[in-house]
Each structure stands twice: as C-alpha cells, then as structure tokens.
T-cell receptor, first 116, second 116 residues
Framework: AQTVTQSQPEMSVQEAETVTLSCTYD???????LFWYKQPPSRQMILVIR??????QNATENRFSVNFQKAAKSFSLKISDSQLGDAAMYFC?????????????FGTGTRLTIIP | GAVVSQHPSWVICKSGTSVKIECRSL??????MFWYRQFPKQSLMLMAT?????????EQGVEKDKFLINHASLTLSTLTVTSAHPEDSSFYIC????????????FGPGTRLTVL
C-alpha cells in the first residue's frame, strides 16, 4: 500500500517570502501522479499543482512549483511571494496510474500561516 | 466548469436516525465518485469509490451496511449514514472524476454531520 508523509504539521512564512512544504511517499509502482491540494477554512479542497511521475520536469503553476525527486520519493511544494490568501492546510496526495485504482492517498497535512 | 455540489452543507440529527448526503456533478458527467471522511484537524480518509450503475467499493474497515452508497446516475451519488451515532460525527467530502479523464478529481464543499 502507498503511504504519504508530511513531516511538518505547521509552517509559517512572512508575506512576500518563499516557503517550502515537504512531502515524501512510499510506493512500489513506477507510474503514478502526485498532487498538492489546498484546504482553506471553508474546507473546500482546491488543486494547487499536479505532477506526473513519468515527467522529469518539475511542474509549475504561477507562484507554485514542485521539486520532484523520484528516486528519493520526495515531492516538495515551493510557494513564492507568499500572500495572505495562501494561508490554509496543504495536503500532499498520491494516486496510482493503474486503471481501476484511482483513489487518492493523502498525507496528514501542513498548516501554513502567513505573517503580515 | 467542473463544479461539484453537496447537500446538505451541514446536518444535525439524533442518534439512531439515518442521514442522506447528496453529491452532484453540476456541469459534467462523473462515472466515478469518491467519498471521504475528515475528522477535525486530520486528513481525508477514503471511505468508498462509487461507480455509476454498479456497487460501491469500500475501503478496509468501512462498514458497507452502515454507509450506504448509491450512484444511480452520471451526476449523482448519495451516501446514507444509517443508524447514526455520535462517533459518526465528521466532515464528509465527495469528489468526482470526469468521464474519460482519469487525471483529476473535483471536490465538493463537504457536509458537516453532527449526531447528538
């Protein structure tokens, strides 16, 4: 079974600064997807960024980028120019690429606080 | 596009009663929907995978007779918590996958269930 570990229960960053959230995972599969989701106080899950394991290039979405290290099974999220609206719980998630096994396995989350 | 709704957004019920939660994909067809449970300050745990027109697949440890799932159409899945007890109080979130697109799940806003 796959597991996802987020070792930072809480993080804080000054507004406009950069912060990196850590995520490691364990799997025996070679093809899979990794995600970062944001859950603000409204509890609505929002997809931040997605990475396909077969792609060597790290995914980027505006101020959000990842550092995907497949051999190390590491998938960190970097948030640049942090904004007050970035404050939320961030969950790292894994999904198999195998047909019929599309469930998401989530990490325990990191609560990000933005300091004005 | 890709909006998922849940109804009700919150519900309070007496112990022993049954509660039905609806998950609807508003602007797309969803052959597969997923039901998650999230306890306070914890991560999302998958309860079951719901496929249109077939029986749901439950995760280990989830009682299928207690958490009844019906996916009768391509836009609607329901979760019924039968004979609810206070320990069933939680935040229930559904997600839906667009038919033919295996890459992304879209999440509903969640339903908060409180059992007295």
């Amino acid at each position: 079974a796959q597991t996802v570990t987020q070792s930072q229960p809480e993080m804080s960053v000054q507004e406009a600064e950069t912060v990196t959230l850590s995520c490691t995972y364990d799997t025996s599969e070679s093809d899979y997807y990794l995600f970062w989701y944001k859950q603000p106080p409204s509890r609505q899950m929002i997809l931040v960024i997605r990475q396909e394991a077969y792609k060597q290039q790290n995914a980027t979405e505006n101020r959000f980028s990842v550092n995907f290290q497949k051999a190390a099974k590491s998938f960190s999220l970097k948030i640049s120019d942090s904004q007050l609206g970035d404050a939320a719980m961030y969950f790292c998630a894994y999904r198999s690429a195998n047909f019929g096994n599309e469930k998401l396995t989530f990490g325990t989350g990191t609560r990000l606080t933005i300091i004005p | 596009g890709a909006v998922v709704s849940q109804h009700p957004s919150w519900v309070i019920c007496k112990s022993g009663t049954s509660v039905k939660i609806e998950c609807r994909s508003l602007d797309f067809q969803a052959t597969t929907m997923f039901w998650y449970r999230q306890f306070p300050k914890q991560s999302l745990m998958l309860m079951a995978t719901s496929n249109e027109g077939s029986k749901a697949t439950y995760e280990q440890g989830v009682e299928k007779d207690k958490f009844l799932i019906n996916h009768a159409s391509l836009t609607l899945s329901t979760l019924t918590v039968t004979s609810a007890h206070p320990e069933d109080s939680s935040f229930y979130i559904c997600s839906a996958r667009i038919a033919g697109d295996r890459n992304e799940q879209f999440f509903g806003p969640g339903t908060r269930l409180t059992v007295l």
